[in-house]
């Protein structure tokens, strides 16, 4: 029940003034804590990861040390042993080379595939955006001997070129799906127009509806590349050279041998991945949030 005042007396209308901006602050606060709590518990993986990557080895091994600060001073043998000893360097440069030619094939691929189904009128195209999505659903492990075959005939046994060929069909499908909803978003009166002024249909596309559908882009581009650099499955199946692994089969095939895991050695690993990633997602975080929402609403 609400709390009656009369309003004609000042000292009530304070007091209840003062109550409301009391329970103003306290529910202020109590979302806060709420978004502290949560952010903690989400970058505690992180913290962890960084305290124990510059632990020495007997402050990690005594079961009597906090294993959430450094005991004993910090050490960057762990990281020192990343660069030096292991091959993370061409892991990297393997993973930035296939990340790179998946998001530039799957732009090339979605861009004109959603584009066509968002404004050819065919009976169809509903059906067939669904079809396409719905080959992103399939279990990588039915798709597993199927793609086996196309890498050998190709040639590419052993190749970061084979995984160059596989994740863009896991990353295509979505990114078609993706991005019909931002071109059905984008007024075909703006298209009509650019043509009207001269524009062939190809120019109207390149030149007007790729700009406006930039922060579908993005979505794109975040996804695409993070899940090639992400995938562990196709690439410890069709991998095994150690100059051709990408950093998510390298680093655990080099830093875990047998029943020997390098700790320290592997969260170093982790954060020097993580963290620029994380890095550069943050800037694009933004587009890659309304490039989602947007799309699925669209859609």
């Known amino acids: 029940m609400t709390e009656s005042v009369d309003i004609t007396n000042p000292a009530a209308v304070e007091r209840l003034r003062r109550k409301a901006a009391v329970r103003h602050v306290l529910g202020r606060i109590g979302v806060y804590a709420i978004a502290v ?109 199927s793609l086996s075959k196309v890498v050998a005939d190709l040639g590419l046994q052993e190749s970061k070129w084979s995984l160059v060929v596989i994740y863009p069909t896991i990353t295509i499908p979505v990114s078609v799906w993706l991005l019909v909803g931002f071109f059905k978003g984008v007024p075909r009166d703006i298209e009509e127009q650019a043509m009207v002024d001269g524009y062939s249909r190809l120019a109207a596309f390149v030149r007007v ?64 991945v993580a963290v620029p990633i994380a890095f550069v997602f943050s800037l694009f975080l933004d587009k890659f949030v309304s490039g989602f929402t947007m799309g699925a609403v669209k859609g």
């Open 209 to 272: 509806g790729i700009p406006l559908v930039f922060p579908g882009m993005i979505a794109v581009v975040v996804f695409a590349f993070t899940l090639s650099t992400s995938e562990f499955i196709y690439a410890l199946a069709f991998v095994s050279a150690t100059s051709e692994k990408t950093l998510s089969v390298g680093v655990p095939t080099e830093l875990v041998r047998g029943d020997v895991f390098f700790w320290q050695e592997l969260q170093a690993a982790a954060i020097l």
């Open 37 to 145: 709590f949560a952010a903690l518990v989400a970058a505690f993986p992180f913290i962890w990861g960084f305290i124990t990557s510059f632990k020495q080895d007997p402050d990690f091994y005594n079961v009597a040390s906090n294993p959430f600060v450094w005991n004993l001073p910090p050490t960057t043998e762990s990281v020192r042993y990343v660069f030096e000893q292991t091959q993370f360097l061409t892991f990297a440069r393997n993973t930035l080379l296939v990340g790179g030619l998946v998001v530039l094939i799957t732009l090339v691929v979605a861009l004109p595939a959603a584009y066509s189904l968002a404004r050819l009128d065919v009976r169809w195209g509903g059906a067939l955006g669904i079809a396409i999505f719905l080959v992103y659903l399939v279990p990588p492990s039915l798709l597993f001997i």
